[in-house]
């Protein structure tokens, strides 16, 4: 069952211990007691350094552990309490840290002829954290595997059959790793460009998380075949909901939202032509709030977050909000951040980057 809200908080402060407590301004410490929930993301300060930040629901700033270079994408492991950002494409760097104390975080970079793509996810004990990242000269999508009993130490890889993967999950279970590949090429040397718009290559593979084979992967139809698959989640039937950004004329109005369970077929929600638009052919994050069955997305481009039914695919609301970005369930409905500082109506003065994490609720909830 998921735990209420107040019992996430209550849980974060007790493995924390007196002594992060203590370390944290009165201020912090104030809004961490009156916290619903706790989160992480990635901030750029307004000296220009990047830090991740722990945040509490209202928005106000706990903690910050400095990086050595822009994030983007976040993972926790209930099980064990770490947290990791993970470095921008085509950045080569993972902090992991334990957002509960002020230990010593781990780096690790990934191998030189790889780069990470910003998202990965820990295997349901904690002992696995499994990151997307980009085989360049190669042109392949990959799954590097860390071993997280052992400093975080490179152990294997798998293929995600498709290229340009970005984010990952893993099934409750553990047995499955849950891939959006968004099918456009990169390559370092050429920074961000998109190398292969007109022969994009866009799925959403599962793969055997023992042995790296693949179970299904699921092509993107070919008249959407500019639609890139880039953020997926689970709900609380271990259905999957992806998320995706389209690369085709702008007057197009793609499906963006969508769902599937193994052995179906992709279904693609059909949200009204005017949330379409509202979200400009890009969401930019995808979370579910398993206890109420509710799907929420958002979008920078066009400044809206928008929440749907997870059992009926109803739009039930939209929000403006000017560079939305990160999205994460909170007691009623989600948290959202904004690049522009904003924090659930709170803001502060630093840019929060695309993901936001939920921190204190257990994982699969």
Known sequence: MWRSAAIDRRSFVKAA????LASLTPRALMALERAEAVYASGIRAADGSFAVATVAESGEIIDQVALPARAHGMAFSAATGKTVAFARRPGTYAMIFDPRNKGEPVVISS??????YGHGAFSPDGRLLYASENDFDGNRGMIGIYNATDRFTRIGEFETYG?????MTVSDDGRLLIVANGGIETHPDFGRT?????????????????TGALVEKHVLPAQWSALSTRHVDLDSEGRIWFACQYEGHRNDL??????????EDLFFIDLPEETTRRLANYVGAIAVNRREGLVGVTSPKGGASVTIDARTGEVLAETAVPDAAGIAPAKEGFAVSSYDGDFRSTRSDVAWDQHIVRISQPARA
Request: aromatic share 8%; hydrophobic share 45%.
């Open 17 to 20: 211990g007196l002594g992060f």
């Open 111 to 116: 191998r030189e002829d790889r780069h990470f």
């Open 163 to 167: 290229i340009g993967p970005h984010d």
């Open 194 to 210: 998109k190398l292969n718009l007109g022969a994009m290559q866009p799925s959403l593979a599962l793969i055997d998380a023992a």
């Open 254 to 263: 793609p499906p963006l939202v969508g769902h599937f369970a193994k052995g």
